[in-house]
């Protein structure tokens, strides 16, 4: 701070250096890099917009009046909204997806917390080669994990059931956790805890009474990631989940194969807006830019 | 940690030393078993099964002849022309997405960086937000956004910007786009946490020294932003290399990936032999693709840590 203060001051004594500050480079130049940062400005708005008009998109057809799948809304109406509600194939498949994504958080969260916790002081080559092997199921394609699933699960019996999705979608939470939690555990200050054993706590208890409640931020966000990745996965809850078993996103994508279904339109903008509220509720707690840099 | 931190002479403290870290090791091991045996259990295991089908003879009338040793099923995949032209599109395929992914991905993250108040608030949350949602709602959005009669064609058409739509689903911009939708918010959160350990008073140095934006940009900031660039990169391809459902909703007949041809071989020509070994091939072929970039990765990072010593 001192220095950086005597270095203005001295700025503001000599002046320009010779090799051209901003004031006295060429009118021409300054000309290219202006047009340079218009372009800049554009190219990351349109960015932005082709992330997010989608959805803008998605939820105004969802209040269509009419039938038909249309942008701008001819007339605004939830009985889409209603039809849904009334749709039995629908509500069976919201309660599979959140059983799903409430299963796979809860084993995720456990595996991940576990192998944080394990190796919170291990910066050698164990803690490499577990990393590796828990990163491994995200870098295989989708469509080869549901094969491979499906094609075991089935000599097993065990294909078109909730625990062998829990089981898939874990296998892609699990690394997400452990990672938030390593960095989460990264940042504790490990002597609180020691102070707790030492007046006597068991390490459970210090570890429940001491630890958790200042790493609740780290572990609602390793918590909401595992459940959001759960409920937006659908490659292989394609081919591990039957007639009873499907969740949202697979029954969005059986009708979608089909034609334009304003139901799809509906249960996309609900998924959106559950995702909305967990982003938000992430963000408040633990901050949107640790989310985006831990993950 | 290394082994001549030890002196052969101390054998009791070295003994001492590993009853230490053996009883700490222990606990952690309790700890970390559960993760390494969930994945041998749901991945590993499952995975070698597949690669045994992959290794049994061709059936007509079943999915796999069990308990027989055979390379039909590699060898159907070699011999068969489709698969290779298939192969061949996948592969520029994911090409073209990862150029495309990194790009947008390096642009998009400078600006998040560069960014201050309300605006780096919205832009971050905009690619979480991207991130998190369904596939099948981005890619159900982008059929209502691309489609001939959707919302972009309509908005240039309306203020006739061109004359008669373009044609942006059921083809390769099709297939890319939607690709697009999946792996771009990861290619700019691998560049952005990258860029986020840059100190950007560099960039005022930079400019302070005379560089001119673009120059501070390229001499400055894109040399640290490497290994960023090359995570992206490497998440856009392997996951395009087994890309599935943005080219089957997105693209035509014709935007066959193999992702699509093992779901096929599986599901519809009930081969389980070919389409073991052809999933075998593609994850062999991402894996590949990882060994090479974590090599360039490696030497990547030897020369920025000596970036950062002389800085």
Known sequence: MAESGADAGAEDAAPAPAIGTASTRPLAARLAELSGTIVFRIAYLAVFAFLLAPFVVVAGTSLDASGAVVFPPSGVSLRWYDTLLSSPDWIRAARNSLIVAGGTTMVSTTLGVGAALGLRNVDSWPATVVTGIALVPLLVPGVVLGVALLVFFSQLGLQQQIPTIVAAHSLWATPLTFSVMRATFARYDWRLRDAALNLGASRPRAFLEVVVPNVRAGLLAAACIAFVVSLQEFVMSLFLSGRETRTIPVMAWNSLRNSLDPLVSVTSTLLVVAVLLVVLAVGVTAGLERIARDT | ?311
């Open chain 2, 1 to 311: 940690m290394s082994l001549g931190d030890a002196t052969p002479t101390d054998s009791d403290v070295r003994a001492a030393f590993r009853r230490a870290t053996a009883a700490v090791s222990g606990r952690s091991a309790g700890l970390v078993a559960p993760l390494l045996l969930f994945d041998l259990l749901v991945f590993v295991v499952p995975f070698g099964y597949l690669v045994r089908i992959s290794l049994t003879e061709q059936a007509t009338a079943q999915a796999f002849v069990e308990g027989t040793w055979s390379l039909d099923g590699y060898r159907f995949i070699a011999e068969s022309a489709t698969i290779r032209r298939e192969f061949v599109f996948t592969l520029g395929f994911a090409a073209v997405v990862t150029a495309l992914a990194v790009g947008i991905g390096l642009v998009y993250a400078y600006a998040m960086w560069r960014a201050e108040g309300p605006l780096r608030v919205a832009l971050v949350a905009g690619v979480l937000v991207s991130m998190f949602t369904a596939i099948v709602v981005k890619l159900f959005a982008a059929v209502l956004v691309f489609s001939p009669n959707g919302v972009l064609n309509a908005a240039l058409v309306g203020s006739g910007v061109i004359a008669a739509p373009l044609t942006l689903v059921n083809n390769v911009p099709g297939a890319v786009i939607a690709q697009l939708y999946i792996v771009v918010p990861y290619a700019v959160l691998a560049t952005f946490s990258v860029l986020a350990t840059v100190d950007e008073s560099l960039v005022e140095a930079a400019r302070d020294l005379g560089a001119s934006r673009p120059r501070a940009f390229l001499a400055v900031v894109l040399p640290h932003t490497v290994p960023g660039l090359l995570v992206a990169g490497v998440i856009a391809f392997t996951w395009s290399v087994g890309s599935y459902a943005a080219p089957l909703l997105l693209g035509s007949g014709s935007e066959r990936t193999v992702g699509i041809e093992v779901a096929d071989l599986l599901l519809q020509e009930f081969d389980w032999s070919a389409a073991a070994a052809l999933a075998v091939v593609v994850t062999t072929t991402v894996i590949a693709a990882l060994t090479l970039a974590y090599l360039l990765m490696r030497r990547q990072g030897g020369a920025s840590a000596e970036v950062a010593a002389d800085g």
